[in-house]
């Protein structure tokens, strides 16, 4: 189908393509970001100087922001974006298994996000009972808000976004076990697809209790069970909800970091020009962390009021789970080891990331543990660590990949010199911001509460809050100025000659840039070698050969059918 | 290699191109995506229901009254829904066996059959929830209705869409004839008699 064929209505609106879909997954994904980095500044304008918000508006502002960044950003551009842009070029398809199902997906997320914002407008306001949706707060609206309409609204929202990914999952699983190309077999998928099967298992195994338990929520609500409200008379369980909750809320976080892990994984073989250190390593690592993440939810509640018995499993269970972490961390540092690494600006941005990774990785057993935890559990320790391991994933890792597949995607290339200093602004500001909340955890500043009038003891650290809200100011400006930059090369930036710029292997860079419809014309793909052939130290580079892509492109021959009905 | 064909593609390095095949060298030999898509969905919604059965469980374990309360459900209806949907179960086999015979009159005729199966399961449960809220057990009036007007709904709906989209594949297949539609319909079917084996023994016979 050429261009000149479809309108313009089904081309670039309700297109069933993966890469228009994954663009638009994108994009709105840019955009909410913009929204929730709005929200940050202003809450935490607040922290700096209390008083410019009501403590209700602070609340609200706190609970979207993170609502926000994790189901209307990370989610929609790590497996929306990446995961459609990517899983039909990598594993040589012509579009994901089905397309129309993509579609909706997309338009479902679209409509999630109008209903997010229409929720922060209504009477009463928007939900202000934290992104954890715990009852009483979410159960009980009028009682305790009095934001009733804003609170359904919120729900619907989050249920709609749910679906939405539920179906892009469906239809990632089906695409990268059934549309695989001649010769790519599981265990040579790049580490990426790897990481997209396991991130959409992950989730429709955990994202189904929790919307069990929204079923439950709304029949609370609506019914008037006491499924999870206590009343005189009637006795619910608060704490099953935050089990559900927390049984996907866990399993998430890893949901949208092995896609981040897998976009690292691909930048570091590429740029370092030999094989990553142990492929299989990688995947099996992610493997049995993602199994295990199916049981170490609880650790979110040890001073919820559960069994302190079954608290010391969680704990073991937790501190397990940080061994496949490990050693994939380390696995993927040994790919850095003999290396002739270039320092190109996705590079930067990986390295950067890796690097917080460590940082929010190793933070996170302190919480895991749970007598540390009793101590930990609701300071900014627990805020400084989660934005360690989610900021990472979802702005240093996601801008590292937009870097790297930039060329790939638009045609177009980034400017690198602009995306080191973007690179290092970042990392410089995001540590301002973060790293000073595990001191002031330390010094036992509970979260949640928009000033620090209550807390005497903790008035002579108000300047270390100046200071966080400062950086925050700085690393919004900065990543404003990459939007706007974003927008302006996807259109007006220089166009790249070389379907290859980074001499990596993997099939999508066999393509052209930006790939046709269909993206193989009247070739196909086909796998000859494993993901990550690069010459150092090897066999290769005693062939003299630098890399070795994947596959190769073979053209289709026409049947006898289209041969005649080409002639005739 | 002689390159007796014209590569098509535009802005492909030459180094890209690995020779001519044909056609049918490529197709894939895996399972069709229909079938593992729907497996995937399937597995989706057994946990919901699971997580769902779990609850009640939960709840039951501290609840002292479940068990004498479970004596006002209405056994009788509920036996005669579970014949209609095991009867159901066996029309949807039939439809599936006589599409994969490719005999389509007959597979459309079963298709319409399990509908309407669905459907007389819908309107008994309909009047057992009438019966029911006439004697005043309402979804709050304790943990056990609580239960069991949600869970049974849930699956209510679940039939209810099961009839839908049987009627959507019956719709379908006549042009169509789609073997693996009417494969996921017949699925889709299963999973939800077989969450009724699991609520009836736990509202009804406890």
């Known amino acids: 189908m050429s261009a000149a064929e479809t309108s313009w209505v089904k081309q670039y609106l309700f297109s069933t393509d993966h890469k228009v879909i994954g663009k638009q997954y994108l994009l709105t994904g840019l955009f909410m970001a913009l929204i929730g980095g709005i929200l940050a500044v202003a809450f935490r304008t607040n922290l700096a100087s209390p008083g410019v918000l009501s403590d209700s508006a602070y609340l609200r502002l706190v609970t979207y922001h993170g609502s926000i960044m994790f189901f209307w950003v990370a989610m929609p551009v790590l497996l929306g974006g990446f995961g459609n842009l990517l899983i039909p070029l990598m594993i040589g398809a012509r579009d994901m298994a089905f397309p129309t199902l993509n579609m909706l997906s997309y338009w479902t997320f679209v409509v999630s996000a109008i209903v997010l914002i229409l929720s922060f407008f209504v009477p009463g306001g928007g939900f202000s009972g934290g992104w954890t949706i715990y009852p009483p707060l979410s159960a009980m609206p009028d009682a305790f808000l009095g934001e009733h309409l804003g609170t359904i609204l919120f729900l619907l929202a989050v249920a709609l976004e749910f679906a939405s990914m539920l179906m892009g999952g469906v239809n990632f699983i089906a695409t990268i076990i059934t549309m695989r190309t001649k010769g790519l077999s599981f265990f040579r998928l790049p580490l990426m697809i790897w990481m997209q099967l396991i991130a959409s298992v992950l989730f429709l195994l955990s994202v189904t209790p929790l919307i069990a338990g929204a079923f439950m929520l709304m029949m609370d609500i609506f019914a008037g069970t006491h499924f999870f409200t206590v009343t005189a008379e009637h006795t619910g369980n608060p704490i099953l909800f935050q089990h559900l909750f927390w049984f996907f809320g866990h399993p998430e976080v890893y949901v949208i970091l092995f896609p981040a892990l897998g976009i690292i994984a691909e930048i570091f073989p590429a740029n370092t020009r030999r094989p990553f250190y142990s492929y299989k390593t990688l995947v099996w690592t992610a493997i049995i962390a993602g199994v295990l993440s199916f049981l170490v939810w609880a650790h979110h509640q040890f001073v919820a009021g559960i069994n302190p018995y079954s608290a010391i499993w969680f704990s073991v269970f937790t501190v397990a789970i940080s061994v496949p972490f490990s050693i994939s961390l380390v696995v993927m540092g040994l790919s850095l080891v003999n290396g002739s690494i270039r320092f190109t600006a996705p590079m930067v941005w990986a390295v950067g990331a890796y690097a917080m990774f460590i940082i929010g990785g190793l933070t996170g057993l302190p919480l895991g543990a749970f007598t540390a935890d009793v101590y930990f559990h609701d300071t900014y320790f627990v805020v400084a660590h989660f934005h360690y391991t989610v900021f990472t994933i979802a702005v240093l890792s996601a801008i590292a990949g937009l870097y790297y597949w930039f060329p790939k995607w638009f045609g177009r290339q980034l400017n690198e010199t602009f995306g080191k200093w973007h690179a290092i602004l970042t990392l410089i500001f995001y540590n301002g911001f973060a790293f000073p909340g595990f001191f002031l955890g330390l010094a036992g500043h509970p979260r949640r509460y928009a000033s620090l009038g209550f807390f005497e003891y903790l008035h002579e650290y108000q300047w270390v809050h100046v200071m966080m809200t400062v950086s925050t100011y700085l690393l919004f400006a900065t990543q404003l100025v990459f939007a706007v930059y974003f927008i302006y090369a996807i259109f007006k930036g220089k166009k790249v000659e070389d379907p290859n710029p980074w001499k990596a292997t993997t099939l999508e860079w066999l393509a052209p840039s930006p790939p046709p419809h269909l993206n193989w014309g009247n070739t196909h793909p086909i796998v000859e070698h494993d993901p990550y052939e690069y010459a150092v130290n090897g066999e290769l580079k005693a062939k003299g050969i630098d890399f070795l892509p994947q596959g190769k492109l073979y053209v289709l021959k026409k049947s006898d059918a289209e041969k005649q009905e080409q002639e005739g | ?206």
Not at chain 2, 46 to 57: E, G, H, K, M
Not at chain 2, 66 to 84: A, K, L, P, R, Y
Not at chain 2, 88 to 104: I, N
Not at chain 2, 132 to 157: Q, R, S, V
């Open chain 2, 1 to 206: 290699m002689a390159q007796e064909l014209k590569v098509e593609l535009e802005g492909v390095s030459k180094d890209a191109i690995g020779g001519v095949i044909e056609q049918e060298e490529l197709e894939p030999a895996g399972a069709p995506p229909a079938r593992v898509g729907f497996w995937v969905f399937i597995a989706g919604e057994v946990i919901i229901l699971l997580s769902l059965i779990a609850s009640a469980i939960y709840f039951r374990l501290t609840y002292p009254h479940w068990h004498e309360t479970s004596t006002f459900t209405n056994v009788i209806i509920s036996t005669i829904n579970t014949f209609i949907l095991l009867t159901g179960s066996l029309t949807a086999v039939l439809a599936h066996h006589f599409a994969f015979a490719d005999a389509w009159k007959k597979a459309r005729r079963f298709l319409l059959l399990t509908m309407l199966c669905g459907l007389a399961f819908v309107g008994m449960k309909a009047y057992e929830y009438s019966l029911e809220i006439h004697h005043g057990f309402y979804p709050n009036t304790d943990p056990f209705w609580m239960f069991y007007y949600t869970i049974t709904g849930i699956h209510g709906l679940h039939v209810f869409a099961g009839a839908c989209i049987l009627f959507g594949v019956w719709l379908y297949v006549r042009k169509t004839k789609s073997k693996y539609a009417v494969e996921n319909a017949a699925l889709y079917w299963h999973f939800v008699d077989l969450v009724w084996l699991y609520i009836f023994p736990m509202f009804y016979l406890t």
